[in-house]
């Protein structure tokens, strides 16, 4: 990296308004940037829940969804998807779809720090073998989705808000 990781601030229309560096842009006070949540896919059905690590900033160790991540500055969506994928979990995506175009959300985490996204949510399949970065995943399960959508609206403390809220807004 030659420079530190970059993240796209939004004005509340949507529309970009310039960069801010990823780590001083998280704070209790976060200002309105783009980002991405997806849902990964299996060949039987399952969808991929990951654990967040005990190391991260935000939400440690709580279960959310495959993976999410910010788009750099000129970066488009499925490059950053495809990237997020390899890095936290040394998967290929493919058949990516958006399934949530206008997901939107601003949630706090128990520390105090505060998320605030534009955050269209895709949906991706793949074959690959999951081979977590423990920088980023604790670990993982393939699950039911009829089940996880049971589970998130029976006990949302258990999961990530956001996971919540576009499992609520999927139906
Ligand atoms: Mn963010």
Redesign the pocket.
Known sequence: MTHPEQ?VLLDDNGSAIGVAD?VA??TTD?AL?L?FSCHVYNESGQVLVTRRALSKQ?WPGVWTNSF?G?PAPDEDIASAIARRAADELGIVVTGLEVILPDFRYRAVDASGIV???V?PVYRAFTTSVVAPNPAEVAEFAWVDPASLATAAAAAPYAFSPWLGWQLAQLG
Do not use: M, P, R
């Open positions: 993240v990823k842009v998280h976060t940037h980002a935000t999410c910010h998320e605030n996204e955050c």
